[in-house]
């Protein structure tokens, strides 16, 4: 089974400064695909970058970059120059391909990310 | 382009009954996929909808149930409600194949009394 960590329940950080969210994870699938979420108090979930396992680049979205370290299990999420708004859940996923081709997205618990001004 | 669209936002239910929640994907996303979220907690996945049909299911008992109609819309319905079904209920939808990108919608909140 497919399983998510994220070892860092809460971060705090001062605008402007870079801030980079832990991630690792544990498949035998040589298949398989990172997500980062981003989940303000309103509770929508916001997608903000994805990772395939065979991407050769780190994949970037604007102030958004995915340290994916493949041989380490780890796909860090990077947030450059970190602005209030930016305060929010942020949640690792890694899509999980199952019997038959059945797929299901599998969560980490979530960073809480706190900028302060 | 409209997003992922859920309703409704909010429902408050009484313990024993029923709730529907209803979910419309991105337009020409085929796969609908729910999460439920307790407070505090990460998401659980719940259902997978492709085409019409359930695909896959998570570790939740058969009260909860879903169906995909051909518009690829999708509901769930929560049978004899319990306190600890209150949760955000998330849908997301996608391409059906290797999926590159998940989008969410605003969720349901649904709170059983």
């Known amino acids: 089974a497919q399983k998510i960590t994220q070892t860092q329940p809460g971060m705090f950080v001062q605008e402007k400064e870079a801030v980079t969210l832990d991630c690792t994870y544990d498949?035998?699938?040589?298949?398989?695909?990172l997500f980062w979420y981003k989940q303000p108090s309103s509770g929508e979930m916001i997608f903000l970058i994805y990772?395939?396992?065979?991407?050769?680049q780190n994949a970037t979205e604007g102030r958004y970059s995915l340290n994916f370290q493949k041989a380490r299990k780890s796909a860090n999420l990077v947030i450059s120059a970190s602005q209030l708004g930016d305060s929010a859940m942020y949640f690792c996923?890694?899509?999980?391909?199952?019997?038959?081709?059945?797929?299901?997205?599998?969560f980490g618990q979530g960073t809480r990310l706190t900028i302060n001004p | 382009e409209a997003g992922v669209t859920q309703s409704p936002t909010h429902l408050i239910k009484t313990r024993g009954q029923q709730a529907t929640l209803r979910c419309s994907p991105i337009?020409?996303?085929?796969?609908v996929y729910w999460y439920q979220q307790a407070l505090g907690l990460g998401l659980q996945f719940l259902l997978w909808?492709?085409?019409?049909?359930?695909?896959n299911r998570g570790n939740f008992p058969p009260r909860f149930s879903g169906r995909q109609f051909p518009n690829y819309s999708s509901e769930l319905n929560v049978n004899a409600l319990e306190l600890e079904d209150s949760a955000l209920y998330l849908c997301?939808?996608?391409?059906?194949?290797?999926?590159?990108?998940?989008?969410f919608g605003q969720g349901t909140r649904l709170t059983v009394v």
């Open positions: 997301a939808s996608s391409f059906p194949s290797g999926v590159t990108e998940a989008f």
């Open positions: 498949t035998s699938d040589p298949s398989y695909g």
């Open positions: 990772q395939g396992s065979y991407d050769q």
């Open positions: 996923a890694m899509r999980e391909l199952g019997l038959q081709g059945a797929q299901k997205l599998v």
């Open positions: 337009s020409g996303h085929t796969s």
């Open positions: 909808y492709d085409e019409g049909e359930e695909r």
